[in-house]
């Protein structure tokens, strides 16, 4: 099992990143998708969460309107959209898969980092 996030970096207040979370090893479409985030000292907390065929999104109120969550199940990926980026969302990113049915198995990507700066 893996999940693989990329697409963060560094980026102006006010600017954008798309994290992108490459799934194997599992069955995606019967997985809901989340993105966590964690910044330095702080605990990790919920961003977005997608339903397992993506009907239904879930957004943390700070990010409400800034952040969108998708996914596509044919390439086992799902994806966050950035939008107008604040100091305060720099953190690492992570992605997380649940199952929906089944043993209500979970698993964690590594992170990616997300700076934002000027």
């Known amino acids: 099992v893996q999940l693989t996030e990329s697409g963060g970096g560094l980026v102006q207040p006010g600017g954008s990143l798309r994290l992108s979370c490459a799934a194997a090893?599992?069955?995606?479409?019967?997985?809901?998708m989340n993105w966590y985030r964690q910044a330095q000292g702080k605990e990790r907390e919920l961003v977005a969460a997608i339903s397992s065929v993506g009907e239904i999104t879930h957004y943390a109120d700070s990010v409400k309107g800034r952040f969108t969550i998708s996914r596509d199940n044919a390439k086992k990926t799902v994806y966050l959209q950035m939008n107008s980026l604040k100091r305060e969302d720099t953190a690492v990113y992570y992605c997380k898969a649940d199952e929906v049915t089944g043993r209500g198995r979970k698993y964690w990507g590594q992170g990616t980092q997300v700076t934002v700066s000027s």
């Open positions: 090893g599992f069955t995606f479409n019967t997985y809901e």
